[in-house]
């Protein structure tokens, strides 16, 4: 390993960057932001070869004390890893996205879009306490302001919601840090990692961060800020929000409720999946009626967040594992899908279901991409999101028969809402002239969804070369967990013959 | 007996403001600019002459003053936030019939009444050093006379400040009648010595009432909107900081050193102002639409977060108030600073938060200033007035008051919203009539440098400030 700061580069990077395109012009700032996102992406990729998922559990560790009780501590897990390169790669798409439909007050965008990259890359890195408090929070304000300038009509109150709901959830999670902090004696998350709790404190440490995290996934019945930041954002911030800012939440889960609160975590097995239900169910049909192209995506968002709670609470390999490749997959997944509602929004400047219809005529391309996009999401073998969701109910099944019933669920519901979404947009006839007319992705889109549809596949395709970064990491989450899982229901039981277990198991 | 070289600064600041009354006496309104400067290089010289005296000289005057460490602590921030208050008034008095010169003068004696209040150690010292800074502020505010607005403000200020004082009076008059003492260690004996009588807590109920009052906590905020808004905007910055951090600190030596004892008897009423203040000053500023009276509000609501601190208790907690307090100071500062630089086009001053509307778009560093402020003083991080409130919420847990910390953190969501809000207006909304440009190279210097301390760079003061800090809160104990 190197003695070089990667960690805090990759902060830097859009940071400085940020603030040089506050000075900038419209094209400057859009440079500047492109090519910043750009090398924050080379790195990631550096870390990406650099990171030896057989080594230490925590690598590019950085550690400077600030003074005050607060250390500059960086470092990364493979999870982490996951989640920054997810964040570096979605980063230069969505710049690419804004390129030419953000055209008022330019340079303020990209700085808030850069302000925010650096924000979410510190939260993934942090290591102390405060210290990701800071970034997890700081990430608020951007957010709130790419909400509110440039938003869609009903903006100030989508960006209102959108952070006095966050804001609320992290206030109390503060709360429990400062606790953890007297109790503990320090902010060090690793060492928190092992530190033991008292079995009453965990329950409400968990049930403080749960605050912070289930409004951040979002969970049912904290999810109501979402449906409208994403309708009222503009394309690029949905794409932001809904393939890094949700992961924040999962993975807050992963880091602090999980280990830090093994016993608080078991103890709320049943609350966590009766949300998850509730999510994967009520929310998918929700979408199933929405006319907003956007909604739907959001509120389908919502339910494939029900399958990284279900994977996390199995609290076994599969369910972790699946969970982790569901945000990596969601996070493409629905990330495309937002821009591709941008495309046509931007030809006819509506979201109105309606309004489309046979686009498959006059936007081959489009349509194609759509398409598997869709069926990304929809979880079809050989794309992304099928590892993921077919992991995640393999654990919760063992965990739980009923709670695995209500995830399957979601992935028929979803196949529901996504195909007749698809059918209403790209099929069907032309009864609109101007829908009709529209003409077929720009080169710069081809180039903004294209490299999407590579890594849709290739998660599909070979999840390994994802899971072999976080193996190891969730054989030490499962370490810590051990003790404190509970048996499942779906415990193979004598008398009935070995073909008629597999059949049941898969 | 009484050691001179101790008081050296409030003695020169007393010798020294005198002279300057005099000149401004016979200069009139020709010596304004000079007599404003002299006043800045006073109270500038004063805060030096903090660092190299001997200020931590322990009890003077048989213990009627102490000069330690957390009474330094005060007066630098109450006599550089003076300074700052002489130089926010630079070009506002000119148009005005007003001899400027005596708002120099008068902020002088108010600092020297400042500055015996963060050092007093008996309840006569604490009452003389109150009433000094007070009689100044009075003056103060009605500053403009002929204005009706500051005219009402000056009369408020003073009626219910004269109630205040009576009351504080009347508590301090029944804590000596009870103990015999008008010291500190005098108090903290006579508490110490089993549970206290009835007229004990008559006393000490009394005399919180009339701190409270000074520091505009909620029961006793009432004049608090008025004034501010009522009050010339340089007088309503100088309101905001100097006297309340003055306030607090006095509450705070009080409570900690000569109530000791009685924690158990005063800890419950800080705790409910706390509570009170945090949440009346959060809901009442929603339905604001001038920008004083909002800043008056979340000038309440920050006074309650400080009292969680001071709730805590202890070493702890004293280091956390003092904290807050400093970047209280810097925040208020550069936040009222901005409201000065709110003119229309002909540099009348406009106080209406519509006015700011789109100010991102006309002026882009000023709306970025002020939204760091507003951003700050919510608490939100990245920014630095996150830090403060972080360590008054720790005192307040690691005392064993969590129900209490969740309770005030709850608070910050609902302030929360109006930050916002303003923000809100600069940013989101069409832009209204650009403000007239101010010139004023210092007061736009001073932004900068309080924007920046709140700005995460702030964090590299967060060792430094707390370790002094950390030593201020030590000295008390």
Not at chain 1, 33 to 48: C, E, G, M, N, Q
Not at chain 1, 388 to 401: C, P, R
Not at chain 2, 84 to 96: K, L, N, P, T, V
Not at chain 2, 395 to 420: H, K, M, N, Q, R
Request: aromatic letters at 14%; proline letters at 4%; hydrophobic letters at 55%.
């Amino acid at each position: 390993m190197t003695g070089l700061p990667v960690l805090t580069i990759l902060i830097a990077i859009p940071l400085v960057a940020g603030v040089i395109a506050m000075f900038a012009n419209a094209n400057g700032a859009r440079w500047i932001a492109l090519i910043a996102t750009l090398l924050d992406f080379a790195l990631s990729i550096y870390l990406w070869q650099a990171y030896d998922p057989n080594g230490a559990q925590w690598q590019f560790v950085e550690n400077v004390d600030l003074g005050g009780g607060i250390h500059w501590a960086l470092g990364i897990d493979g999870i982490a890893l996951v989640l920054i390169a997810l964040t570096a790669f979605l980063m230069p798409i969505c710049i690419g996205a804004s390129w030419r439909s953000i055209d008022k007050r330019v340079p303020e965008y990209m700085a808030y879009f850069l302000l925010m990259e650096a924000l979410i890359m510190g939260s993934f890195a942090a290591q102390d306490l405060f210290l990701f408090y800071i970034f997890f929070e700081g990430g608020l304000i951007p957010m709130f302001l790419i909400i509110g300038i440039w938003g869609g009509a009903e903006r100030i109150k989508a960006s209102y919601k959108f952070f006095l709901y966050t804001f609320f959830g992290s206030v109390l999670m503060l709360i429990a840090m400062i606790y953890m902090r007297s109790v503990a004696g320090t902010t060090y998350i690793p060492a928190l990692m092992a530190y033991d709790f008292s079995r009453e404190a965990q329950a409400w440490l968990f049930l403080a961060f749960l605050a912070s995290f289930a409004v951040k996934l979002p969970m049912w019945p904290v999810h109501t800020w979402l449906p409208d930041a994403h309708v009222q954002a503009p394309t690029a911030g949905s794409v932001i929000l809904a393939g890094v800012l949700l992961k924040l939440g999962g993975y807050g889960f992963i880091r602090f409720s999980l280990p830090m609160f093994p016993d608080g975590s078991a103890q709320f097995i049943p609350l966590m999946f009766a949300l998850s239900a509730v999510a994967a169910i009520y929310t998918s049909l929700v979408a199933l009626v929405q006319t907003d192209m956007k909604k739907l995506i959001a509120y389908s968002s919502v339910a494939h967040m029900a399958f990284v709670t279900f994977g996390l609470f199995a609290l076994n390999r599969q369910g972790i594992e699946g969970a982790i490749l569901v945000m990596l997959g969601h996070g493409l997944v629905s990330g495309a899908l937002f821009l591709c509602v941008g495309v046509v929004y931007d030809r006819l400047h509506t979201r109105e279901i309606t309004r489309y219809g046979g686009l498959s005529d006059n936007m081959p391309g489009y349509s194609l991409l759509f398409m598997v996009f869709t069926m990304a999401s929809i979880g079809l073998p050989g794309t992304s999101n099928f590892p993921g969701e077919f992991l995640s109910m393999v654990g919760t099944y063992q965990a739980s028969t009923w709670a695995a019933i209500a995830a399957c669920f979601s992935t028929i519901l979803a196949a529901a809402y996504m195909l007749y979404l698809y059918w209403r947009i790209c099929f069907g006839t032309q009864r609109h002239a101007d829908a009709a007319a529209l003409p077929d992705l720009s080169a710069r889109e081809w180039w903004l969804l294209a490299p999407i549809v590579l890594a849709v596949f290739w998660m599909g395709i070979y999840p390994e070369s994802f899971l072999r970064m976080t193996r190891n990491d969730v054989g030490r989450l499962l370490v810590r967990m051990e003790r404190v899982v509970p048996p499942g229901d779906s415990h193979l039981t004598l008398g009935k013959s070995a073909a008629h277990m597999n059949h049941g198991a898969h | 007996m009484g050691r001179l070289d101790a008081l050296l600064p409030e003695l020169m600041l007393s010798i020294g403001g005198t002279i300057l009354m005099m000149v401004a006496a016979f200069t009139g309104r020709r010596g304004s600019a000079l007599v404003n400067w002299l006043a800045v290089a006073l109270l500038l010289v004063a805060t030096g002459a903090l660092v190299g005296a001997p200020s931590h000289a322990g009890p003077v005057f048989d213990g009627l003053v102490t000069e330690d460490l957390f009474a330094s602590f005060g007066k630098v921030m109450i006599f550089v936030a003076s300074a700052i208050a002489i130089i926010a008034a630079h070009g506002w008095f000119e148009r005005g019939t007003e001899h400027s010169s005596e708002y120099a003068v008068l902020i002088v004696f108010s600092a020297v009444g400042m500055s015996v209040m963060v050092s007093a150690t008996s309840l006569v010292s604490l009452y003389v050093g109150l009433e000094l800074q007070s009689l100044a502020g009075y003056v103060l505010a009605s500053y403009r006379r002929t204005d009706e607005r500051s005219a009402e403000a000056g009369l408020k200020y003073f009626v219910l400040g004269a109630l205040a004082s009576g009351i504080l009076l009347y508590g301090i008059s029944l804590l000596y009648g009870f103990t015999g003492s008008t010291n500190f260690t005098g108090l903290a004996a006579a508490f110490a010595r089993g549970a206290p009588t009835l007229g004990l807590l008559f006393g000490l109920v009394f005399v919180l009432a009339g701190l409270a009052f000074k520091a505009s906590v909620v029961p006793f905020h009432m004049w608090t909107p008025d004034v501010y808004e009522g009050a010339p905007t340089p007088v309503t910055a100088f309101f905001a900081t100097a006297p309340k951090a003055a306030a607090v600190l006095l509450a705070t030596r009080l409570c900690l050193e000569g109530l000791a004892p009685a924690t158990d008897a005063w800890r419950q009423i800080v705790i409910f102002a706390a509570l009170a203040s945090i949440f009346l000053g959060g809901i009442a500023a929603y339905g604001q639409t001038n920008i004083k009276r909002l800043l008056a509000y979340s000038s309440i609501n920050n006074v309650g977060f400080a009292l969680v601190g001071l709730a805590a208790g202890g070493a702890r907690g004293g280091s956390a108030v003092l904290f807050y307090m400093a970047i209280y100071v810097v925040m208020n500062l550069g936040a009222f600073l901005c409201v000065l630089w709110m003119r229309d086009a002909e540099g009348r001053p406009v106080e209406s938060i519509a006015s700011l509307s789109g100010l991102a778009q006309t002026r882009p560093a000023f709306a970025c200033a002020m939204a760091f402020f507003m951003f700050s003083l919510a608490g939100v991080p990245p920014l630095f007035g996150f830090w403060p409130k972080l360590l008054v919420f720790q005192a307040a847990v690691s005392a064993g008051y969590s129900a209490f910390a969740v309770a005030a953190i709850l608070g910050t969501v609902i302030g929360a919203y109006y930050y916002l809000k303003i923000v809100k207006v600069m940013f989101f909304d069409e832009p209204a009539a650009p403000y007239a440009r101010v010139r004023e190279p210092i007061q736009g210097f001073l932004i900068l440098v309080a924007a920046i301390i709140v700005s995460p760079l702030g964090y590299l003061l967060m060792g430094p400030l707390g370790a002094v800090t950390d030593r201020a809160a030590g000295s008390l104990f």
